[in-house]
């Protein structure tokens, strides 16, 4: 059961974030929280629990410089504190291994289940677009827990598709295993969000059928 104080906290830091796009540009996240945004992103849900993201940290200025043409010269990226590039895993059932031996290990679950589930997950995974499919879906769902994590530890965010992958992938030398996703920029605000409109749920909303 939730107590009132938890669900406006929640709340306030869910409706609070916006997509900050001006920083102060001398800012530095301790390297403890960066650690610590990250644990809270990759506590997100994942397919089969694969956890099909990886995060790419950009904080020094050279590097920062370096990604500023390929994020098509976007301001953000040389004055966030860190912008993190979320990389996708195309062969994430090769964790599966390990994933599921470490449940076993933990007596999460039995070695019978382990070896169905890593079966299946090699199956759904034969299919090249499926395994990007799911490492697309799954990125987002941790690049939202950053944000929001972001928010509660006084930061702001904004996630950027502004980017040109192949030339990324070259640049940060990104093994073909891997693909870029989505960036998010992170740091102390310089200047509010713009507020941005929402649909109403009228519009967003199908009750039960078509
Ligand atoms: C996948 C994705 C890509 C985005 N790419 C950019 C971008 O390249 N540059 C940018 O300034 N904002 C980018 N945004 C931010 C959106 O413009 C913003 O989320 C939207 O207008 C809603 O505003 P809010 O985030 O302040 O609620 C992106 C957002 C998402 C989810």
């Not at 995060?55 to 010269?73: C, H, R």
């Not at 599921?100 to 169905?116: C, F, N, P, S």
């Not at 879906?137 to 904004?158: E, V």
């Amino acid at each position: 059961m939730t107590t009132s104080t938890q669900y406006d906290v929640f709340k306030e830091v869910m409706l609070s974030r916006a997509s900050v796009k001006r920083y102060d540009p001398n800012h530095v996240m301790p390297e403890a929280e960066i650690d610590e945004l990250l644990t809270l992103a990759s506590s997100a849900p994942s397919s089969w629990n694969l956890q099909h993201w990886r995060y790419l940290v950009i904080s020094k200025e050279e590097q920062k410089q370096k990604l500023m043409p390929i994020a098509f010269g976007q301001k953000q990226i040389e004055e966030a504190s860190i912008v993190v590039v979320i990389l996708g895993d195309l062969e994430s059932y090769r964790t599966a291994h390990q994933i599921y031996g470490d449940a076993v290990d933990q007596g999460q679950i039995t070695r019978e289940l382990r070896d169905k589930l890593v079966s299946q997950i090699e199956g759904a995974y034969a299919d090249k677009s499926r395994s990007q499919m799911d490492a697309t879906l799954n990125c987002g769902l941790t690049a939202m827990q950053l944000m929001l994590a972001a928010k509660a530890m006084g930061y702001d965010s904004c996630p950027m598709g502004g980017f040109d992958p192949s030339k990324l992938v070259r640049e940060f030398h990104v093994p073909d295993r891997y693909f870029p996703v989505v960036l998010v920029s992170i740091g102390k605000a310089a200047q509010p969000a713009r507020p941005t409109p929402r649909l109403s749920l009228n519009e967003l909303v199908i009750k039960e059928s078509f």
